[in-house]
């Protein structure tokens, strides 16, 4: 009924800069937040940045002053834009979205989450 789609991930040196973008398709209602998680190897996954329907922002203490999110509520498309990358910025970044989804007789609100996306900081 919905898919999110990543894509923008990629090989980037440290303090190169990337955007990942994520579009939500399908019977989509409405959409309330959107967000960024990545999982490193061997570590669980985090959240990164989040952002509410109305535009209210919130990131992880380790990508602030270097991230900033937005969204295009008339596409269905969150991005992350990346600057200063480091290293240990390396992951699978992860596109989620809390959406209610409209099946023709009901409404039904859930977390959906993308297929993930690479991104590799290295030299």
């Known amino acids: 009924q919905v898919q999110l789609v990543e894509s923008g991930g990629g090989l980037v040196q440290p303090g190169e800069s990337l955007r990942v973008s994520c579009a939500a398709s399908g019977s989509i209602n409405s959409i309330d937040h959107m967000g960024w998680y990545r999982q490193a190897p061997g570590k669980g996954r985090e959240l990164v940045a989040q952002?509410?329907?109305?535009?209210?922002?919130n990131y992880a203490d380790s990508v602030k002053g270097r991230a900033t999110i937005s969204r295009d509520n008339a596409k269905n498309t969150v991005y992350l834009q990346m600057d200063s990358l480091r290293p240990e910025d390396t992951a699978v970044y992860y596109c989620?979205?809390?959406?209610?989804?409209?099946?023709?007789?009901?409404?039904?609100?859930?977390?959906?989450w993308g297929q993930g996306t690479q991104v590799t900081v290295s030299s």
């Open positions: 952002i509410t329907n109305g535009g209210s922002t």
């Open positions: 989620n979205a809390r959406i209610q989804v409209y099946s023709g007789t009901f409404y039904y609100t859930g977390d959906y």
